[in-house]
């Protein structure tokens, strides 16, 4: 079991950007994929990014291709989220994920979330 701990949300303005980081322990981190969730007031939790254990594979939804970007840094144990041009759309409470496999991405260990509010 991987237990992870996000932080860097917060509250900032349409147009801006901020850095999510998620803290890893519990396995070598290394032998892992890592992911980000977000889910909206009301809606369903949805797929934001992944990152294959190597750091070179990655996914994103369509929604934020070209804005954000997922990376990890393995001497660390942290995987990031940074996020550009932000838009109210991108409020929600964004949570870290891992699992074995980039593919498997959402059915293992979540974190508690950190809370990201855009305004316009």
């Known amino acids: 079991q991987v237990q992870l701990v996000e932080s860097g949300g917060g509250l900032v303005q349409a147009g801006g950007s901020l850095r999510l980081s998620c803290a890893a322990s519990?396995?070598?981190?290394?032998?892992?994929?890592l992911g980000w969730f977000r889910q909206a007031p009301g809606k369903e939790r949805e797929f934001v990014a992944a990152?294959?254990?190597?750091?070179?594979?990655?996914y994103y939804a369509d929604s934020v291709k070209g804005r954000f970007t997922i990376s990890r840094d393995n001497a660390k144990n942290t995987v990031y989220l940074h996020m550009s041009n932000l838009k109210p759309e991108d409020t929600a409470v964004y949570y870290c994920?891992?699992?074995?496999?980039?593919?498997?991405?959402?059915?293992?260990?979540w974190g508690q979330g950190t809370q990201v509010t855009v305004s316009s």
């Open positions: 994920a891992a699992s074995n496999s980039i593919s498997t991405i959402g059915d293992d260990d």
């Open positions: 519990g396995r070598t981190f290394s032998s892992y994929a």
């Open positions: 990152i294959g254990w190597g750091g070179a594979t990655t």
